[in-house]
């Protein structure tokens, strides 16, 4: 089992850049795929980004591509996610998530264990 912490949330202008990042502890985070998702108000969880075991592959939703980078430390057993560009259709509340499937997915379901979540607010 893990236990996922995120951080780096806060209130950005529009143009500005956040770093999310997400503390594993419990079991090696190098044993999970870990993934970024978001809930903005109103509206169902989405996947934003996941990155394989070795951090070798990463994946981004069509919207985010270009401006978020997701990136692991497995030393640190820490996964980030750099936000720049940030928009306000970007406002969500940020989970971090663990799958230990080895295949990586973008489907909540497949995650095995999640963050608290950590409230990302952009203004125009």
């Known amino acids: 089992q893990v236990q996922l912490v995120e951080a780096g949330g806060g209130l950005v202008q529009a143009g500005g850049s956040l770093r999310l990042s997400c503390v594993a502890s419990g079991r090696t985070a190098s044993s999970y795929v870990m993934g970024w998702f978001r809930r903005a108000p109103g509206k169902e969880r989405e996947f934003v980004a996941h990155i394989s075991r070795s951090g070798a592959t990463t994946y981004y939703t069509d919207s985010v591509k270009g401006r978020f980078t997701i990136s692991r430390d497995n030393a640190k057993n820490t996964v980030y996610l750099q936000m720049n560009s940030l928009k306000p259709e970007d406002t969500a509340v940020y989970y971090c998530?663990?799958?230990?499937?080895?295949?990586?997915?973008?489907?909540?379901?497949?995650?095995?264990?999640w963050g608290q979540g950590t409230q990302v607010t952009v203004s125009s």
């Open positions: 998530a663990a799958d230990q499937y080895p295949v990586p997915g973008t489907s909540p379901q497949g995650y095995d264990y």
